[in-house]
């Protein structure tokens, strides 16, 4: 079976962990393609940070450390306190020693002139990731980066989301570079190619809809004979992880899983998805949806550990 | 007393730490301008990596590994050994945790815009340098990389020097960007001004020869009112440390106490030096340049601890 996943960081990394045991089971031999969220990206003292890359690899490849969702286990800040010695900003962002040493490589590779895609290959390399039968893609080898418009001007994604947790007013989410971007070599294909495309619970804004954004993307999805079922992010009416509520609300929808599966559209009226999943508490959305010609299911969708994730992603491949 | 150093790495940052001492005692209020070769510098997964200049920090700063005479004391190496874990090159440099650190605020400074001279001085006050009269220079704010031409084609001196042990055969050494280099802000003043340049045992070839290849550099040590001496790098025959006697075969200069004071040469027949100090062993040396009209001092040069350094630099101070 070919599955494609479109997957921001802690969320579509947990559930394709999921999948991935769901499919060791059911269907073995199956490919897996993961889309990644680069809108997150950014320099860091003059390294390459790739957070969702980072922790989808980390997770799928057993290295994640478990109770923070990202960064490696057995993680040390050495080298971050030093630098907090020098006076050096970005002192909010968790720079971990283990965590510093993928971003020295990648930015080896990237300054000798590799692309993202290849670098990120390389990378995967380390964690086995081709044994599971999965392969990592960038959305784009080109840089997007996630601005935020807040009252001061604009400032990166990461240091809303991290810094100031979200709570500074966002009037604007800006994907800066995303004209000139261009779906990385593969990604359209493993669209256009899926018996699956799967939207994990990831930011529907900042992680799926910058994905979605990269042009072309979009249009993959419409076209593509695969059927594109997601699962809400929202359960009774509040986000999982995250601050996916504050991105919501930037962009006009509410955080609703009937809210968020209508601002994805379903593909037969323009949108981009066929089946919806929601939580148990939000059964009355999916009877709404059902009744305006959705597929839905309903059940237990908080990811607690790796097999009631991997039975989720079962009840989500039932929606296909 | 305004005195100015031209200075490599450990040999001269701990002659310049005795020379604190004895000026700390013989003419509080001194102040000290160190001029450090930047020809080792290089781009390292893309962090900007200044051997020399970090050696003289963290030595005159106290941070230094004591034994090891260069990097930070109680460093570790956990960004390193995972580097090596994903296969990238250059596992043959240590890149030390904390030294780290220094590596990606400098990065972070220079990319945000500041010259390399403004970056170090940042890096410095938190080593408080400016505390003890000390002002840290890098030769240039140009890029100035020593590449060493051996059978197989150019490698970075580090390269060489590190990796190699000096052991493949040197060619030709190329300073590379050199012609495009200027002295950084306050080098030819601060040569210009000084009651005293003093050359410590640094490498004649690929440390202070590199600093007085900077356009601008040798003419201002001809021309400065003030006395220029040396300390001999080569006792006996043999460097102190380091492969000097191999830089200075690639260049056709014999390693021995006078040779070395003869490439240099004489301020009144053209040269940069007016005075040379040697070791007892090389007393011959010394005798024969005496007999040329240089003024020489013999004395126990070998900087064992920071009183008997400090000795040494009153006695090349009384060559002044």
């Known amino acids: 079976m070919k599955v494609t996943v479109l997957s921001g960081g802690v969320g579509g990394a947990r559930f394709t962990r ?8 059911s269907a073995p ?26 922790t989808l690899m980390y997770t799928l490849g057993g290295a994640v450390h478990e109770q ?15 630098l907090a010695a020098y006076g050096v900003g970005w002192d909010w962002f968790t720079l971990g020693d283990l965590d510093l040493a993928t971003h ?16 990120t290959a390389r990378l995967c390399e380390r964690w086995r990731l081709a044994d599971q039968g999965v392969r990592l893609l960038p959305m784009s080898d ?3 980066e996630t601005h935020v418009r807040v009252d001061d001007g604009l400032i990166h994604f990461e240091e809303w989301w ?15 570079g995303l004209a000139q971007a261009e779906p990385a070599p593969g990604v359209l294909e493993a669209i256009g190619e899926a018996d699956a495309v799967l939207l994990p619970p990831s930011n529907p804004v900042v992680s799926v809809g910058t994905i979605l954004a990269v042009p072309g993307v979009r249009d993959a999805l419409t076209t593509t004979p695969a059927p594109v079922v997601g699962i809400s992010p929202i359960i009774g009416g509040a986000a999982v992880r995250g601050m996916a509520a504050e991105c919501l609300a930037t962009i006009g929808v509410a955080a609703s899983a009937e809210a968020v599966a209508r601002h994805y ?9 066929d089946g919806w999943l929601v939580d148990t508490a939000d059964a009355e959305a999916a ?15 908080l990811m607690r550990d790796v097999p009631h994730t991997a039975r989720i992603a079962a009840t989500l491949l039932n929606l296909v």
């Open 18 to 25: 999921g999948l991935l045991a769901h499919l060791a089971e």
């Open 29 to 54: 031999g199956s490919q897996i393609t993961v889309i990644a969220n680069t809108g997150d990206d950014m320099w860091l003292h003059g390294v390459r940070v790739c957070p969702d890359l980072d």
């Open 68 to 82: 923070q969702g990202w960064g490696r286990r057995e993680e040390s800040s050495r080298v971050s306190q030093d």
């Open 104 to 119: 020295l490589a990648r930015t080896q590779w990237l300054r000798e002139g590799l692309s993202l895609t290849e670098t």
């Open 142 to 144: 080109q840089p997007v």
């Open 162 to 176: 991290v810094r100031h947790r979200a709570a500074l007013p966002a009037r604007e989410f800006v994907q800066v």
């Open 265 to 273: 559209g379903r593909r037969a009226t323009g949108g981009v998805l």
């Open 287 to 301: 009877e709404k949806l059902a009744a305006d010609g959705w597929r839905t299911a309903v059940t237990d969708t």
